[in-house]
């Protein structure tokens, strides 16, 4: 556009020089495909490998959007094929993790937080949570940060289990309840509202 003088009307007006054409790529933000494989573990091959396949499920938006990202660099389709979560009594996971905590305590044997995750199945919030309600039972947790990831060393007799209606326990067990409905979540919710959600998170 430029400014030009109308001698008729004795002013000046916005003349237009050139339209230039916006492209749909200009527009929009191109979207990544996502495919729903829930269900049909039994499906996925080798001949998958140009897919981001998740086999986990997310307990937050947060997971889905590293894989998302992760799958945008690489310009991948990411196919969603997770499990169903098996449902546990939050008291169950409870005892196992307090179990892992006297074997490692009675052999002196170390394990990392990804570990104690993948063991009990639950996401680093709720593990830590857990930590600390075994430090109320009289554990001590030293972190060792010899190698990475920094491994755990449980150690100490724990105090009397009278104690297991402590704060931190409660807390640990609200935290597995909330963790279990969220995975719950993410195996039922739709792929649009998924795709929605990503494309979102986005801007």
Known sequence: ????????????????????????????VPQMSILDWRGRKDE???????????TECPACWDDLQQSWRSARERQQPVAIAYPEPQAIAPQEVW??????????SRTGKTANRQQLQTKL???EKAVNLGLEALKD????????????????QIASHPLEEAIASSVAINQFLAAV???QFRRQ???KVSI???????VNSEW
């Not at 430029?2 to 790529?25: G, I, Q, W």
């Not at 005892?95 to 490692?104: C, D, E, R, S």
């Open 121 to 123: 199945g639950l996401g």
């Open 44 to 54: 996925i091959t080798h001949e998958n490998q140009s897919l981001i396949i998740l």
């Open 185 to 187: 979540y993410f195996c």
């Open 177 to 179: 309840q909330e963790e």
């Open 95 to 104: 005892q196992k993790l307090l179990g892992i905590a006297k074997y490692l």
């Open 137 to 152: 039972l009289g554990f001590t947790i030293i972190t060792l940060d010899t190698a990475a990831p920094a491994s755990l």
């Open 192 to 198: 649009s509202t998924i795709q929605a959600q990503l």
């Open 1 to 28: 556009m430029e400014l030009d003088y109308n001698p008729y009307h004795k002013r000046y007006e916005v003349r237009l020089m050139a339209v230039r054409p916006s492209t749909e790529s200009e527009m929009k």
